[in-house]
């Protein structure tokens, strides 16, 4: 049988937490819907309930929010093997805060709130995948808040260059700043600046 190189994505970063027999992957396997969002589009609107927790296997999207000013502040981007979705939403039934929005084409590997319990009494062992991950994501977003108040806009743009060097080209200015927290032009400023130092 052909292999399907984003079950084959999804399998390597599930085994970096717990080990899975073959019959045990391919039940897992069998409880994933495959999506696909064109660029631009939204895999997920403020005032949505969520639904699924999902995988990327193929493209770039980013989770944001809108202030009362319609200003888009962007808590995270998600590429090839990230999850994503609103945890908090997913597990409590309320409608969520956040806008997804792809910004290349995309494919995700998604499971259902239904099919995410039923996966729990199918293969116990998800629970310890599922609590690292939470784990991770928990510290990741702590991490976050800390550097948002401890670093300057332009060590911020330097802790995600390093930190996530494979998304910063994929990006736009205008998306980075939304991220950083910083305007358009002033993060314009930053990466000249940043760029002549490098170059220097």
Same mark, same amino acid.
């Given at each position: 049988?052909?292999?399907?190189?984003?079950?084959?994505?999804?399998?390597?970063?599930?085994?970096?937490y717990?080990?899975?027999?073959?019959?045990?992957?391919?039940? @897992?396997?069998?409880?994933?819907?495959?999506?696909? $969002?064109?660029n631009?589009?939204?895999?997920l609107?403020?005032?949505?309930?969520?639904? @699924?927790?999902?995988? $990327?296997?193929?493209?770039?999207?980013?989770?944001?929010? /809108?202030?009362?000013n319609?200003? #888009?502040?962007?808590?995270?981007? #998600?590429?090839?093997?990230?999850?994503?979705?609103?945890?908090?939403?997913?597990?409590?039934?309320?409608?969520?805060?956040?806008?997804?929005?792809?910004?290349?084409?995309?494919? /995700?590997?998604?499971?259902?709130?239904?099919? @995410?319990?039923l996966?729990?009494?199918?293969?116990?062992?998800?629970?310890?995948?599922?609590?690292? /991950? @939470?784990?991770?994501? /928990? $510290?990741?977003?702590?991490?976050?808040?800390?550097?948002?108040?401890?670093?300057?806009?332009?060590?911020?743009?330097? #802790?995600?260059?390093?930190?996530?060097?494979?998304? $910063?080209?994929?990006?736009?200015?205008?998306?980075? #700043?939304?991220?950083?927290?910083?305007?358009?032009?002033?993060?314009?400023?930053?990466?000249?600046?940043?760029?002549?130092?490098?170059?220097?």
């Open positions: 049988m052909k292999e399907n190189p984003a079950h084959t994505l999804i399998l390597k970063n599930i085994s970096r717990i080990d899975l027999t073959p019959l045990e992957e391919q039940k @897992y396997l069998s409880l994933l819907t495959s999506i696909t $969002v064109k631009r589009r939204f895999l609107k403020a005032g949505d309930q969520t639904s @699924y927790e999902y995988f $990327v296997t193929k493209g770039c999207l980013k989770v944001y929010t /809108l202030d009362e319609g200003a #888009a502040h962007i808590s995270m981007f #998600a590429v090839e093997d990230y999850w994503t979705g609103d945890m908090a939403s997913f597990l409590s039934k309320e409608p969520t805060s956040y806008f997804i929005q792809a910004t290349e084409d995309a494919t /995700l590997l998604g499971i259902s709130r239904t099919n @995410y319990e996966l729990f009494k199918e293969i116990p062992k998800f629970e310890r995948f599922y609590r690292l /991950l @939470y784990q991770k994501s /928990l $510290v990741n977003y702590i991490r976050r808040s800390n550097n948002s108040i401890s670093l300057t806009a332009e060590e911020r743009y330097l #802790a995600f260059k390093k930190k996530y060097p494979k998304v $910063v080209n994929r990006i736009t200015q205008k998306d980075l #700043a939304g991220y950083i927290g910083i305007t358009p032009e002033f993060m314009s400023k930053i990466i000249t600046k940043v760029n002549k130092s490098e170059k220097s």
